[in-house]
């Protein structure tokens, strides 16, 4: 199965909508970028979240990115109504755009059934031009799982240390229905599973340039 190579990696930008999307998104890509990269430089964005809830985001991206550096615009936008503020959501991601290029930029996905998640996808791609962008999913009532074309295999290690930051990280979200191990695990061993390893995350890229 042919790779995305992202050692050698130096700048990520990190777009969510809400405080811990990144994380359930793209923990075990955090997790192996600051491990296979030293001197990583991250600029963490959120649209939305309470101080609390932002003080939870900055924990979180201090523990799935050790020896990172890391930088953040943390945002206070309306949850569930980013698309009625697309002007100062624009103005958030081309801001990021300009002032921290970017290697790598994560994303949610365009095709995420929440309001918010999906137009920050949409924004991304059309604010970051030259980097690619690779879009997470996060599990949710809606059941808009997809099909995804890119795949990061996870050790059951790397695994479960991914769902022990998420509790340790946002102990906000304990009592939320959907929020526990067999959720993240599940998803996890499902992307593994169609990428032949145990666990995965799974991204969607559209656009990518292939080096030869």
Not at 79 to 106: C, M, N, Q, Y
Not at 126 to 143: N, Q
Not at 163 to 170: A, K
């Amino acid at each position: 199965m042919p790779g995305l190579h992202l050692a050698g990696t130096r700048r990520v930008v990190l777009l969510g909508a809400h405080p811990d999307d990144i994380e359930i998104g793209a923990g075990g890509l955090l997790l192996g970028l600051a491990a296979a990269n030293p001197g990583l430089r991250v600029h963490y964005v959120l649209l939305t979240g309470s101080p609390d809830r932002q003080a939870e985001a900055r924990a979180a991206a201090t523990a799935f990115l050790p020896g990172a550096e890391l930088s953040f615009a943390l945002h206070d936008l309306p949850d569930g109504r980013v698309p009625a503020h697309w002007g100062d959501a624009k103005r958030i991601v081309d801001e990021a755009a300009r002032t921290f290029p970017a290697d790598l930029v994560v994303a949610p996905g365009t095709d995420d059934a929440h309001q918010d998640h999906r137009t920050l996808a949409e924004l991304a791609t059309t604010s970051f031009r030259a980097a690619p962008v690779l879009h997470y999913e996060i599990p949710k009532w809606d059941g808009d799982l997809g099909r995804r074309n890119f795949y990061l295999p996870l050790s059951a290690e790397r695994a479960r240390r991914k769902v022990e930051l998420l509790h340790s990280s946002f102990p906000s979200q304990k009592d939320r229905d959907w929020w526990d191990d067999e959720v993240f695990l599940g998803l996890a061993r499902l992307r593994g599973m169609e990428c032949r390893s145990r666990y995965a995350e799974a991204f969607r890229c559209e656009k990518a340039v292939i080096e030869l």
